[in-house]
Nanobody
């Protein structure tokens, strides 16, 4: 397993952009697929995006398609989630995860970073 730490969240205005980072420590990060999830206050955690171990393929939830981009830099042991055109409804705690099955099961999770979007 790897240990994951997210960063890059903050309080921003609608329409702006953020890039979330997910720094990994431990062995094997370069072999793991990555996922991003978010949980808004009072709601269930939901899938946002996934990227394959080599960064070549991605998958997105419908509400974020065209605005979010997931990527992975194995040389830096870091995954990224670029978020453009932020909306108030994107407000949530965003977490990254790593696993051996793309967009399904995840073995390691970070603690999350808060994104708050105001109008």
């Amino acid at each position: 397993q790897v240990q994951l730490v997210e960063s890059g969240g903050g309080s921003v205005q609608a329409g702006t952009s953020l890039r979330l980072s997910c720094a990994a420590s431990g062995h094997g990060f370069d072999l793991y697929h990555m996922g991003w999830f978010r949980q808004a206050h009072g709601k269930e955690r939901e899938f946002v995006a996934a990227v394959t171990w080599d960064g070549q393929s991605t998958k997105y939830a419908d509400p974020v398609k065209g605005r979010f981009t997931a990527s992975k830099d194995n040389a830096k042991n870091t995954g990224y989630l670029q978020i453009n055109s932020l909306k108030v409804e994107d407000t949530a705690r965003y977490s990254c995860a790593a696993g051996v099955k793309f967009a399904t099961d995840y073995d390691s999770w970070g603690q999350g970073t808060q994104v708050t979007v105001s109008s």
